[in-house]
């Protein structure tokens, strides 16, 4: 148990969990979704450095803070988010600032 709670504050970051602490929920290093597509790892802590910290960007008006709610990308293979700009559409679509699914497949599905 102790050994687990080392490895669970070095995972997630000695200071930023000391800085978080008691204000709100410990931010998941990287999420894991499986998808018949394929599993994609979602690099949660890249994420948030590329924010900058700024946990509103994405958090409560893209996503839950609960990693087995629904995301919401998949309908009309991600068009339909690319299209409205929600979910990792927001910003993973056609010119926005991170790469559109079309033609980048396999940046996020791992065939195993
Ligand atoms: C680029 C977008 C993005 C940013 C910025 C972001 N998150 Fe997240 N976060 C996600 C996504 C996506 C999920 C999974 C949501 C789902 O599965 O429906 C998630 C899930 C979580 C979860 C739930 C983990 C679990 O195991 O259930 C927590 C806690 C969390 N985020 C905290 C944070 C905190 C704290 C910050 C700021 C330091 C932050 N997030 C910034 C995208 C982001
Ligand atoms: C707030 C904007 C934003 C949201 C929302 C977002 N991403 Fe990203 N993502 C980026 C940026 C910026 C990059 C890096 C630039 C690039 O590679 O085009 C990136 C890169 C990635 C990468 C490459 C590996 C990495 O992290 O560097 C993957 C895979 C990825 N995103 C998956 C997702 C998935 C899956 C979602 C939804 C659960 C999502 N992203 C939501 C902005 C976002
Ligand atoms: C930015 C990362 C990203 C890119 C790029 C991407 N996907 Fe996905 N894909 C996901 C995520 C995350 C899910 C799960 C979405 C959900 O649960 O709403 C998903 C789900 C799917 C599903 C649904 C599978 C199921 O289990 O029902 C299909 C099909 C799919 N993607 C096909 C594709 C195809 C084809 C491409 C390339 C044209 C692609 N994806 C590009 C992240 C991505």
Known sequence: ???LIVCLAI???LSGSL???GQQKQPPAKLTFTTKN???TFDHAAHVTREKGDCATCHPK???QDAKAPLNFKAGLHKTA???MTSCGA???PSGPAFESKGNCAKCHMKG
């Open 91 to 93: 910003c993973h679509h």
């Open 11 to 13: 995972a997630t970051g």
């Open 19 to 21: 800085a978080l602490m």
């Open 82 to 84: 690319e299209m409205n």
């Open 1 to 3: 148990m102790r050994t």
């Open 62 to 64: 893209l996503f839950m």
């Open 38 to 40: 394929g599993n994609v």
